[in-house]
Nanobody, 117 residues
Framework: QVQLVESGGGLVQAGGSLRLSCAAS????????MGWYRQAPGKQRELVAA???????NYADSVKGRFTISRGNAKNTVYLQMNSLKPEDTAVYYC???????????WGQGTQVTVSS
């Protein structure tokens, strides 16, 4: 069965960095598009960054220049490098996977990122 497990969240001061990881199993990882979403209390879940099976990326405007998504197909893992963190980045970050836009999307349990001012 499909499983996505996020790790790397934690408490960090504003201006600091974190690297999130999402380890996938139960899918042919190399042909799946992967993404990172986040949800803050009282807010809708929003796309932070996505990467296609071919390596194309896109980012939310709020994180461009600060966050980088990458994938390591040999390790079945997608990463989110987060630099210059701001308090407004505080949220639960979720990993997602889907074969294409017409197929179902799988979700991890999330990892908490808290940025203190």
């Amino acid at each position: 069965q499909v499983q996505l497990v996020e790790s790397g969240g934690g408490l960090v001061q504003a201006g600091g960095s974190l690297r999130l990881s999402c380890a996938a199993s139960g899918i042919i990882f190399s042909i799946y598009a992967m993404g990172w979403y986040r949800q803050a209390p009282g807010k809708q879940r929003e796309l932070v960054a996505a990467i296609t099976s071919g390596g194309n990326t896109n980012y939310a405007d709020s994180v461009k220049g600060r966050f980088t998504i990458s994938r390591g197909n040999a390790k079945n893992t997608v990463y989110l490098q987060m630099n210059s963190l701001k308090p407004e980045d505080t949220a639960v970050y979720y990993c997602s996977a889907r074969r294409n836009i017409a197929t179902k999307e799988y979700w991890g349990q999330g990892t908490q990122v808290t940025v203190s001012s």
